[in-house]
């Protein structure tokens, strides 16, 4: 049987072998340090603050709610002081408002935590509300409250509960690091989310560059009868979830549908860690697994750094940038999906996953020019659009005939602008145009 994929796609260079052999370090904080937790680490409404200036806090407390349905809690990683209320940089450039706390260094936490639980002896209802309670979201992309995705209309139409472990993302590598060296809180929080329906299985996906990955998890999973491990083709973006669905089940979902509607729950290596840890073991969301890579980076590394972290701590750990020159180049995440930094003083969230550098930004140096309607970019977009005419419509700002090309089908993967001769901004365009689309249906 071939390997699992779906149709379209791109093969850009993997970079992964800068990082893919360093073990996961812990990077401790520091006393004194200030940690810096943003009310917004989440897909839905911000949180709302439930501690003032001045108030001493505990590890694994809650320091601000849901503030509704999709939301999600922020916990503090940390004990310490408060320190304040006010807005702060975040990693896509906009000031969000946050809580300051300053660490003790004391890491005194709150009552029960760490404490081993049994979760086959608690109800699916007390599941998700310890998932909620510990504030956690998808940690490998948008950052949806995962307490809501684990609560579909109808849990008895869930048969696929999917484990995101293709990290098909260029030079990312804390996911193949969390299965090399914790698989066993990949298995044992798959098996907490399997107790949730009744008719799944459990697969979890790994591309065939992580042979390794694939090889101990298989050998893991072997006595469970409800969970499978499904080897995909290396192939960029299998981690999508719409491609990812596609890959393992072959159904298809489209911007109007949840993975839920097709009968999936989609959950990414970290995620399904930190449920582990939240409901076996009753430690909250405090942490995030970082690549530090890139060829600007001294000794390129991946951390366990709590959050609130600022990130220029991350480079200084990783031996900061090489020769002391700045990079042309800085991103959070990869180079496909991730956004381009101007600045480090920004703390670790709940979406972080990487600080990718480059000395030379070749994206900066290339020079557009006129599409020659070659149709690559026909040819590796995974949700079968055609980049050409939406481009066209993009340059027009014309909203409508974009929605008309099924526009909004795009998700921004950035396939298209990769392969296109004529280097146009294609996904970039897009992105904008989307955001002005679902705006004015706001209005």
């Not at 499978?228 to 491609?243: A, F, H, N």
């Amino acid at each position: 049987m071939g390997l699992a994929t779906f149709i379209g796609g791109i093969h850009p260079y993997e970079g992964k072998e800068l990082s893919e052999d360093k073990p996961i370090k812990v990077l401790a904080p520091l006393k004194g340090e200030e940690m810096v937790y943003p009310l917004s680490q989440h897909i839905g409404a911000p949180a709302k603050p439930l501690v003032g200036k001045g108030d001493r806090v505990l590890r694994g407390q809650i320091i601000a709610e849901a503030g509704g349905f999709i939301s999600a809690n922020v916990l503090s990683s940390v004990s310490g002081t408060v320190k304040g209320i006010e807005p702060r940089l975040v990693a896509n450039g906009a000031m969000v408002q946050s809580i300051i706390v300053e660490n003790d260094g004391e890491e005194e936490a709150i009552e029960g935590f760490g404490e081993e639980r049994d979760y086959t002896k608690l109800s699916k209802q007390e599941i998700r509300d310890i998932i909620k309670a510990a504030g956690i979201v998808g940690l490998g992309g948008a950052g949806f409250p995962t307490h809501v995705k684990l609560t579909p209309k109808d849990e008895a139409a869930i048969d696929h509960v999917i484990v995101n472990g293709a990290e098909c993302e260029p030079f990312l590598t804390s996911d193949y690091r969390m299965m090399m060296e914790r698989p066993e809180e990949i298995i044992g929080g798959l098996k907490v989310i399997l107790s949730l329906f009744d008719n799944a299985k459990g697969i979890i996906g790994i591309e065939n560059n992580k042979p390794e990955a694939i090889k101990k998890l298989t050998e893991m999973v072997k006595d469970e009868p409800r969970i499978e491990v499904c080897p995909l083709l290396t192939k960029y973006p299998q981690g999508g979830e719409r491609t990812l669905i596609y890959a393992v089940t072959k159904r298809e979902i489209n911007s109007t549908m949840l993975p839920a509607d097709a009968g999936c729950v989609v959950d990414n290596i970290d995620t399904v860690a930190a449920i582990y840890n939240a409901v076996c073991r009753s430690i909250p969301l405090q942490r995030k697994i970082i690549t530090v890579t890139g060829d600007a980076v001294t000794n390129p590394q991946n951390f366990e750094v709590r959050l609130g972290t600022d990130y220029k701590r991350l480079l200084e750990a990783a031996g900061g940038f090489k020769d002391g020159k700045e990079p042309e180049k800085m991103i959070s995440g990869g180079p496909m999906m991730g956004q381009a930094l101007f600045s480090l003083d920004f703390p670790v969230a709940k979406t972080s996953s990487a600080l990718t550098t480059f000395s030379k930004d070749q994206v900066a140096a290339m020079e557009p020019t006129p599409c020659i309607r070659c149709g690559k970019c026909v040819e590796v977009c995974p949700e079968h659009l055609v980049p050409q005419l939406m481009m066209d419509a993009a340059e027009r700002h014309d909203m409508e005939r974009f929605q008309a090309l099924s526009g909004m089908e795009c998700v921004e993967c950035g396939c298209c602008a990769f392969t296109c001769p004529a280097k146009r901004p294609l996904t970039q365009a897009f992105k904008e145009l989307r955001k002005a689309v679902a705006a004015s249906r706001r209005k």
